[in-house]
């Protein structure tokens, strides 16, 4: 590992992200609240773009579409535990993707489970990408999540199989470090030996969680919770990315299995040594390698 990498992974550490990520669930919940009250989604402005807002669900949506036309878009589903709304930086690196990967983008600020549950944050995001299959076809539009946002990305197969059955499934999904609640004894083991090298998100959380995503509607479908029990019928090609140090890499096997079981063409990408969602913070080398790895991937999985 570069020093610059290490140097990144004692930054984390030392920011107490996985101490916050350990709170009490009436702490987080109360935490997370102020932060997003105080959250502004930016301004930007680049030559090159039209940079709007539409309004999906009574949710903002940023929309970041190349002024020469583009017949692609990805949907970026910017995670965040399903109760931290994207932040200011994470919408600037939103652009920058687009830029580099020549898509347009559609950036949701979907319903968090601070105050509601998680089927409300499912049901926006497949408007939005309705929304997306008035102007694009479903082939040309590609779904990338990071995190809680990489459930909502995956999760739109089952959500479609059992709520959309109309509904033509998108081109190409792109699983960072997807969330998802520990369902077995097997995956609880895994998740607490990799919790001694997670520099972020505690194996804890994914306990708290269950009860978070709720948000008290015992209603909410099994597979929002523990994804890895979703239907993926008709599912299309998958690219997951995980750093081998974090706690939610102990649930890639479980995927695995589920995309096995229906016949999904998958693939699973594992960065030795990285941390949560990795290629999202391309300051270091390794990162740097994932993100380039992210980019090309989109791209080539992206019909023409």
């Known amino acids: 590992m570069s020093a610059r990498y290490e140097i990144l992974k004692a930054l984390v550490r030392a920011s107490g992200l996985k101490k ?11 935490n997370r609240r102020k932060a997003n009250a105080k959250n502004r989604i930016p301004e930007l402005h680049d030559p090159e773009f039209e940079i709007d ?33 994207p932040r200011p930086a994470s919408i600037k690196k939103a652009l920058r993707f687009a830029k580099e990967t020549g ?16 089927t ?18 479903p082939g040309n539009v590609s779904v990338l999540g990071t995190s809680s946002g990489g459930n ?18 998108p081109g190409y999904i792109m699983a ?53 029990k979703g239907n993926f019928s008709n599912c299309p090609r998958v690219t997951f990315i995980y750093g081998s140090d974090e706690t939610l890499f102990a649930c ?18 594992v960065g030795e040594g990285m941390f949560h969602c990795y290629p999202v913070f391309p300051v270091c080398r390794e990162a740097r390698e994932g993100w380039e790895l992210m980019v090309r991937k989109v791209k080539e999985n992206t019909a023409l």
């Open 20 to 30: 916050r990520w350990g709170m009490s669930t009436e702490e987080l919940l109360d």
């Open 53 to 85: 807002r539409i309004n999906v669900c009574g949710c903002p949506v940023v929309t970041m579409k190349h002024k020469g036309g583009a017949q692609k878009a990805n949907l970026f589903i910017i995670g965040g535990g399903m109760i931290s709304a």
């Open 103 to 118: 898509l347009d983008l559609y950036v949701p600020y979907y319903p968090l489970c601070t105050d509601w549950p998680l």
């Open 120 to 137: 409300k944050a499912y049901e926006m995001i497949h408007a939005t990408y309705l929304e997306m299959l008035r102007g694009y076809t």
């Open 152 to 169: 909502l990305a995956l999760g739109m197969v089952p959500y479609i199989n059992e709520s959309a059955p109309d509904t033509p499934m």
């Open 176 to 228: 960072i470090s997807p969330g998802t609640c520990v369902e077995t004894e097997e995956e609880w083991q895994r998740m607490l030996e990799l919790d001694q090298k997670d520099v972020a998100i505690p194996a804890s959380y994914m306990k708290s969680a269950v009860d978070i995503m709720k948000h008290g509607d015992d209603s909410v479908p099994d597979y929002m919770i523990w994804l890895q």
């Open 252 to 269: 890639a096997p479980s995927f695995e299995a589920a995309m096995q079981n229906y016949g999904a063409d998958y693939e699973l990408i």
